[in-house]
């Protein structure tokens, strides 16, 4: 008699990282090496690091105002506030600048257009050191002029002809005998060399 057996994996405990944890029991949440917290989602940091964190294992990176190997010396230069302009004194006694700012202490000011972040053409102005508004051109939206308006809703053609949208304008396709960005121009029946005069066209009525 031949019988079959299906091993199931054990179910870890909810939230246990995949990548970090693992389990031979249900409810069970096992850290790798590195690893530790009840779901095995906090690195540990290099032994005897004082005033420090991590992103991965065995790292030592120093807090605001700390510094050396362990993060447990005083960075005297970050004490004397030397960055300005609300920027974050880091370990090294670097600048953490925020947008709108560059420079060794943050002192230089930038104008935020120079980026160009307006898309599509749409023209920037400064409302403040922090934001921009962008003008955005015919057939284009959002924030920074990124969303690709419907021109064609509602139909902007006559005679309920299919409408395209074209780079953010429109384009009609008009029926035989008619003309014009919104199909409202009607062409005159005689073409050719025998018409009196030019061809002759005139606007319908809306």
């Known amino acids: ?7 199931l994996a054990a179910l870890c405990r909810q939230g246990c990282h995949k990548a970090h944890g ?3 029991e249900p409810g069970q949440c096992t850290c790798h090496y590195g690893w530790t917290g009840s779901l095995c989602d906090q690195c540990v940091t290099f032994p005897g690091c004082m005033y420090g964190s991590c992103t991965e294992p065995w790292q030592c990176v120093c807090d605001v105002n700390w510094g050396g190997l362990l993060c447990d010396k ?28 560059s420079g060794k202490n943050c002192q230089i ?8 972040p307006c898309l ?37 053609c006559s005679q309920g002809m299919p ?20 199909c409202l121009s009607q062409k005159s029946p005689c073409f050719g060399p025998h018409c009196p005069g030019k061809t002759m066209e005139r606007s319908i009525d809306r």
Not at 109 to 116: E, P, T, V
Not at 165 to 180: L, S, T, V
């Open 163 to 182: 409408c395209h949208n074209i780079d953010g304008n429109y384009m009609c396709a008009c029926p035989e005998g008619y003309h014009g960005n919104e």
């Open 74 to 101: 005083v960075e005297r230069a970050c004490v004397s506030l030397p960055c300005v302009n609300g920027a974050t004194c880091m370990s090294g006694s670097r600048c953490l600048c925020p947008l709108g700012f």
């Open 109 to 116: 000011r930038l104008n935020l257009c120079d980026s160009a």
């Open 1 to 7: 008699m031949c019988v079959h057996m299906r091993v």
């Open 22 to 24: 693992s389990c031979t």
């Open 120 to 156: 599509h053409g749409g023209h920037c102005t400064e409302k403040d050191e922090r934001a921009v508004a962008c003008d955005c051109p015919l057939g284009y939206s959002g924030i920074f002029c990124e969303i690709v308006q419907d021109v064609c809703n509602p139909n902007p």
